[in-house]
């Protein structure tokens, strides 16, 4: 494909990417957060916290498929995915900011409600902002090589942004002055990314461009379970990500984790010192640079050998190296408990997460493809909503369980670093390094039964695209 040709150009990848980056940002700042506020500021109780979150994002998930049916049934002429982008995020960032709200509850029934009641409408309004923003990928562009580039690097600032609030909450606390996060940081926090995603999301509707159209698609709601269900290749996505859940807990009990396992550090030269709370900076800078590797790694060998074998190869280190580095530090030498020892293991770790972002996005852009190729119909926003179930379920049991196993290590939020155990520390790195292992390795199952990465299908889609545009053209 020739330049003049290009739809998706490199400065059209950077603008869609972010605007993803600044709406996982959000996702990242409730994921990593979320569960703290509630034990620090609000005094809940942390396994009560993980069964609400737990209940509250399988209600809420299952607004998914009929966000994406109102997405495909609608017709806007500046586009599919965009208007729906356009009318949420604001609501979005709002949401995220009331979740933070520090409020003196006097009922303990009261409280919870609350919580629930939030945590339920947070999921649904990102659902709103996540699915066409999510979609978008496959209506920018009808080559899957441009779309394979940009799901790239959106998925790397995908990455980036679940984990940035790691370092965006310390540096608020820092020009704040406090030594821990006060109800302060956390409403400052929220307001900042907030403004972000706003802004960053406005870039993106500025800067993108829909160029595959599609008619309304209204689906009755036996239409859309049939999709669901008689999708193989979106089944299959589906179920990589669900057994896949605890491959991010390591994210969702980062702050926790950090608490647990590391005294305070003082950053050589700046005379800054960190503890409790602040501390997951540390692990976050641990892990984002072979994160960030992986995920620039990962698009170049998936266009060498196809994305069911770059999936698979990942997968296997991931879940040796995951697995394998909890042993040492239950089992081995002192050297694997300490500050360096934990940040050698993050290196090592990290490298692993490259694909859980980039195939899905990937596969479920052929899947829209070749569904279309062999029913005439695309369906972006209900399969889109899929893979949105999907992540929510998965973020779902990943919350809950890594709160929960945190919970019962005994760990309570205002502890100091003093009263932690050794036991306590192996039940919190089992949620923090094993489980995410495993979970990698039963993430491969499904993957051997995906099939459009076979070079003759790839082919098949290519040519119905390719007859599919030039009779768009000629009409």
Known sequence: MNN????????????????????????????TYQSQFYTSVLAADLTKCAVIILISK??????????GNIIDSAHFKSGKMKPFVAMSIIPFALVTTIMF?????????????????????????????????????????????????????????????????????????????????TKKEYIISAVAMGIFAILTTAIMLRGSKE?????????????????????????????????????????SIGVQAAAVLLDK?????????????????????????????????????????????TFMIFGVYGAVAAM???????????????????????????FMFGPHGFAPLIMLSDSVDYREMTTGKRTE????????????????FSVAVGIFIVGLSGYVGTMSFADVTPHMKNVVMAAYWFIPGLCTGLSMIPMLFYKLDRKEVRQQIRDFIAKRDSETVAK
């Open 211 to 251: 160029v595959v159209k599609s008619e309304p698609n209204k689906l009755g709601f036996k239409e859309m379970f049939s999709e669901l269900f008689s999708n193989k290749p979106l089944m299959i996505i589906f179920l990589i990500n669900i057994l896949g859940f605890g491959r991010n807990m390591a994210v």
């Open 58 to 67: 399988i209600i809420s998930s299952f607004a998914d498929p009929i966000i």
């Open 324 to 350: 394998g580095y909890y042993l040492l530090f239950a089992f081995g030498p002192e050297w694997f408990r300490s500050l360096w020892g934990i940040l050698l293991g993050q290196f090592v770790i990290n």
């Open 101 to 181: 709200i520090a409020i003196d509850f006097k009922s303990e029934t009261f409280k919870y409600a609350y919580i629930t009641v939030t945590t339920v409408l947070w999921n649904i309004v990102m659902s709103f902002a996540d699915i066409p923003s999510q979609g978008m990928l496959a209506v920018l562009s009808s080559s899957s090589e441009e779309k394979n580039s940009c799901a790239g690097i959106a998925n790397m600032l995908k990455s980036l942004a679940l984990v940035a609030p790691n370092l965006v909450v310390p540096v608020i606390c820092m020009l704040t002055g406090s030594a821990v996060i």
């Open 265 to 309: 550090v003082t950053i050589p030269g700046l005379n800054i010192t960190l503890a409790g709370e602040n501390l997951p900076i540390i692990l976050g800078v641990g892990a984002a640079i072979p994160s960030t590797l992986s995920v620039v790694l990962t698009p170049l060998i998936s266009k060498k050998l196809g994305v069911k074998k």
């Open 381 to 396: 926003g209900i399969q889109y909503s899929v893979l949105s179930l999907s992540i929510k379920l998965a973020n779902a």
């Open 4 to 31: 003049q040709k290009k739809t998706l150009t490199f400065g059209k990848i950077i603008v869609y990417s972010v605007g993803i980056f600044g709406i996982q940002l959000l996702v990242g700042y409730i994921n």
